[in-house]
């Protein structure tokens, strides 16, 4: 029992040693200071030193651009030809108008690999944006990190898994599988944060503003339409109020007229 004991606190030791700082999420800018090329989601850094090898890393692309257009239907069935040729796909599309313009935001994901031609297909024939903003953030040390502590926690859960082989009594075998619970959750977060950071690197978001300005001509012509409806609207609201409350006119002037009459022969 006391030497049960003492594996399970030297595994518990391996562990704080293997672990003792808590996974690190962040996502680091990439120096540019240095020679690179970007292929899809890898970076091929060519350091200055020449005994440093090149290397790949992990990428994540991201882009937002703005412009305006003068036909924003025909602009956004070019963008939606462009976002099926290169295998992607919308995760938002909305429309919103105001008194000087019309407007539409569509968020694109598309295979990193396909992110800078489709930027290209559809800045095609724009003369200027109003606003260009292309991001790429490095993962590589998260990513490698979160890797080799999945790898850890796994081989730990195996030799966890060879310990309750060999428990005797139900305290030992209640002792690892509390043990084994915590590995477990461990190992899920690790994996979905993994699952994450692959799914950020394969896939790049691009954000989309298009709009048209709508002159003050055509805002002007579109106030007297509205008020012309606005008072049509008013004079049958009008209408049926009159219509609604009838029976006290008719009692109202019956009053008034005999009323008028009482008055009249008293004069006389």
Not at 11 to 22: A, T
Not at 155 to 160: S, T, V
Not at 223 to 249: C, M
Request: proline residues 1%; positive net charge.
């Amino acid at each position: 029992m006391k030497t049960f004991l003492k594996l399970i606190v030297l595994f518990i030791f391996i562990v704080g040693c293997k672990d003792n700082e808590k996974i690190s999420y962040g996502y680091s800018e990439i120096a540019f200071d240095e020679d690179y090329s970007v292929q899809g989601n890898l970076l091929k850094v060519e350091k200055n030193h020449s005994e440093t090898p090149s290397e790949e890393r992990k990428l994540i692309k991201n882009g937002s651009i703005e412009f305006e257009v003068v036909y924003l239907k025909k602009t956004r069935a070019k963008i939606l030809q462009a976002v099926k040729k290169y295998k992607g796909y919308v995760s938002t599309d909305n429309e919103y108008n105001s008194s000087d313009r019309k407007s539409t935001v569509i968020n694109i994901r598309v295979p990193a690999t396909n992110f800078d031609a489709l930027l290209k297909d559809i800045s095609e024939g724009i003369e200027s944006f109003d606003q260009k903003n292309i991001r790429i953030k490095d993962v590589t040390e998260q990513f490698l990190d979160v890797e080799a502590r999945l790898k850890n926690k796994k081989e730990l859960e195996k030799r966890y898994l060879e310990i309750l082989k060999k428990a005797k009594s139900v305290k030992e075998i209640l002792e690892v599988e509390k043990e084994i619970g915590k590995l477990r959750e461990d190992i899920e977060v690790a994996e979905g944060k993994l699952k994450y950071l692959q799914n950020q690197v394969s896939f790049s978001t691009l954000n989309i503003t298009f709009y048209k300005t709508i002159s003050s001509q055509t805002n002007f012509g579109k106030n007297i339409s509205e008020a012309f409806k606005n008072g049509f609207k008013n004079l049958k609201t009008f209408l049926i109020f009159i219509i609604n409350i009838w029976p006290f006119i008719l009692l109202i002037s019956l009053v008034f007229y005999l009323f008028k009459r009482w008055r009249n022969k008293r004069k006389k």
